[in-house]
């Protein structure tokens, strides 16, 4: 039982918000076409034909009703025998069961025969795989079962068991190209025999998170349906903002529990790994703490298994223990499964976890999502945040705070310390990508026009200044910039029209760069914006040429400065642009007014992690920020020879539109160190000619 307190009073949450997006509110993600199909179920709906389909869309965008509408076109109309549905655990199976699309304008219903329904057969994963061979042996269509099942039934019959059928794999994140990942493997291996059709379906796909999903020659032959986190929040009809932050505190995170967590609003917390360095080792007790933390403990309910906790105000609140994995915890997990906790805001008030309530895992009502510890996954980050952007009515605002503990000068292990704070500025950067509208970047010309669909401000479009369009339905921001190469090849404009937050997300994760353009004073923006980000692209994408490379490089660097402009604008407090759902545009539009001509070379001058370090200071404790950056400076930063032939080639850049090679002497940094890499070169070649 936790021990009563005297830590009852609620504190006002003090989160620093890395990023905090205004939303429209416009209603047009839940609005449906004549067939019951929403804005992105449409989108994919239109790509039913291709063989190799992938949907990329965010949690609570109706993937699942999506894959219904294609399966079902599939089975009628494109000669497949079966459709089978591959899920990564039993749970997310409900996720297909039937549906009467029919009433809604479809001209079929969604149907399982319940036996086929594997997820909600009795037995482990293994044991199923006689059920799949009676359901290919079957005249019944359709299956659902857990990826596991799959790869076991794949194992014992083959490939070409599933000639003709359409495998469909939901949270396709899971999937690795890595040869220990055996159903990528198989994945592979379906793909190499081409006689099956794949739609594979995720709301976080970054091929920058950890390890490839696919081989690319193998993603090559996908067809992507990309539906941005902005058009699904955009689109709702009540949920107007979202704030992403970190806290970072010192000593027992349950001490300091109360500063960033607020009762009165349904939350999830997620309580570190037991091999975390925030970890206390002693999970039921962190649980216990929380709940003294917040008031006094009243008791058990009898029927849900939930807390009952008292706050100083005399309010008592239910909190659900997903932590202790005694019996109670089977008693909780079946009660968070009832038809109550989607209909019944007063349902739970607090869900405390640890490894449960992630993926999956559907509480609309969930407006704050608290994680205690640096998560190393990007997409396990993603999915957290997931659970808070359900929209429903009465609730207007949602966040995700991600606790975490700052080094200390006695810690043993600060080296790990300060790497798990670069991983949570790094993941905090890629969803501030990943959050704001998608860009159409344009060069600048004299003879450019207005583009249809987009709107210019209120003074309209202006053939000599800087315009900044949006594209309201779509959510689409077109910005003109001068000097902006133009991708050729068709591999490039698709990785330039789907691909570039991926690209950031690699970009923001190579620790040199981050450490460099978070606290060396020296650095010169253009060595991480044309040098490190270059260097990513090429190595990402090597058929490519140079042309093609530095289009993409362009766009990619354009779309993280651009954002991180757009929130410092945001974070000095304008009055132009707080508040309301067009503060996001506001600011790029600020930013491209407050300067004379937007152009590649500007943005390129742009330390893009500058604004990521002021919400840094202002979160850590000062003596904390000082060590981090003393242990970071204390590295020996060298030039290498791949960077060096890099920083050549932009100086072979320089001299054709100067007519002079950069000079060491210069007072440019960005040109003395093009200078460098000469120099560096020179010596190579001279000391390799010495023998």
Not at 482 to 492: N, R, T, Y
Request: proline fraction near 4%.
């Amino acid at each position: 039982m936790p021990k009563k307190t005297d830590k009852n009073t609620m504190t006002k949450h003090t989160t620093v918000p890395s990023v905090s997006v205004n939303y429209a509110r416009t209603g047009r993600s839940k609005s449906s076409n004549e067939l019951g199909m929403r804005p992105m179920q449409e989108s994919a709906y239109e790509k039913r034909g291709e063989q190799y389909l992938l949907i990329k869309s965010p949690p609570a965008s109706g993937k699942s009703r999506a894959l219904m509408f294609i399966a079902l076109d599939k089975l009628e109309n494109q000669g497949l025998d079966k459709a089978i549905i591959l899920v990564p655990e039993k749970s997310i199976g409900s996720s297909f069961n039937n549906e009467p699309l029919s009433q809604f304008g479809f001209w079929a219903d969604w149907e399982v025969v319940p036996k086929w329904n594997l997820c909600n057969a009795p037995g482990e994963d293994g044991g199923k795989v006689n059920s799949v061979q009676s359901f290919l042996d079957s005249d019944d269509r359709i299956l659902v079962c857990t990826h596991a099942t799959f790869r076991f039934a794949v194992d014992r019959f083959g490939v070409g068991a599933f000639d003709h059928c359409l495998i469909a794999v939901d949270e396709f994140h899971h999937v690795s190209a890595n040869p220990d990942n055996k159903l990528g493997a198989q994945l592979g291996e379906l793909i190499a025999r081409d006689k099956a059709h794949i739609v594979a379906m995720t709301g976080s796909y970054f091929r920058g998170d950890a390890e490839a999903v696919l081989a690319p020659e193998d993603e090559n032959k996908f067809e992507t349906v990309t539906y941005t986190y902005y058009e699904q929040l955009n689109g709702y009809e009540y949920l107007k903002t979202l704030d992403i932050g970190y806290y970072f505190y010192s000593g027992s995170y349950a001490d300091e529990i109360l500063n960033v967590l607020d009762a009165n609003e349904k939350t999830i917390i997620h309580i570190p790994n037991v091999n975390s360095r925030e970890s206390t080792k002693d999970k039921i007790k962190e649980m216990e703490d929380i709940i003294g933390s917040l008031g006094d403990w009243q008791g058990v309910d009898p029927d849900t298994g939930f807390h009952l906790v008292k706050l100083s105000n005399g309010k008592i609140i239910k909190i659900a223990d997903l932590v202790d994995d005694d019996a109670k915890r089977d008693k909780v997990s079946v009660a968070l499964k009832v038809p109550e906790l989607k209909n019944n805001r007063d349902y739970v008030d607090i869900i405390i976890a640890l490894g449960m309530a992630k993926e999956g895992f559907d509480w609309v009502w969930c407006e704050h999502a608290l994680t205690v510890g640096y998560r190393s996954s990007l997409t396990e980050i993603i999915q957290i945040i997931g659970r808070t952007t359900r929209d429903v009515e009465g609730k207007t605002h949602a966040r995700f705070t991600n606790l975490i503990a700052e080094p200390e000068a006695s810690q043993d292990t600060v080296t790990d310390a300060v790497n798990d704070t670069l991983k949570a500025i790094s993941a905090s950067l890629l969803m501030e990508q990943v959050l704001a509208p998608k860009f159409n970047f344009t060069p600048k010309n004299r003879e450019n026009q207005p583009v249809e669909g987009y709107d210019y401000g209120e003074e309209g479009y202006k053939p000599d200044a800087n315009n900044v369009g949006v594209n309201e339905s779509t959510g689409q921001i077109q910005i003109e910039i001068k000097g902006l190469v133009e991708p050729k090849s068709v591999e490039a404009q698709r990785i330039c029209e789907d691909d570039l937050n991926e690209l950031v997300a690699a970009f923001v994760q190579d620790k040199p760069s981050l450490e460099r353009g978070l606290f060396d004073d020296e650095v010169v923006p253009e060595e991480l914006t044309q040098v490190k980000m270059g260097k990513i692209i090429k190595d990402k994408h090597p058929d490519l040429d140079e042309e093609d490379i530095e289009a993409i490089r362009q766009r990619a660097i354009a779309a993280l400065n651009i954002t991180q402009q757009a929130k410092k604008v945001i974070n000095e407090g304008n009055d132009s642009v707080i508040g309301g759902s067009t503060a996001f545009v506001d600011g790029v539009r600020k930013f491209a007014m407050d300067v004379r001509d937007l152009d590649i070379d500007l943005i390129d001058s742009i330390n893009p992690f500058s604004e990521a370090y002021a919400i840094l200071a202002k979160s850590m404790n000062e003596e904390s920020l000082k060590q981090v950056s003393a242990v970071i400076s204390a590295k020996k930063v060298s030039l290498s020879e791949d960077e060096a032939r890099e920083l050549v080639k932009r100086a072979l850049k320089f001299k054709t539109e100067r007519g002079r090679l950069p000079e060491l002497t210069a007072a440019d940094p960005w040109e003395k160190r093009m200078a460098e890499g000469i120099a560096f070169l020179s010596r190579k070649v001279s000391e390799e000619s010495n023998g």
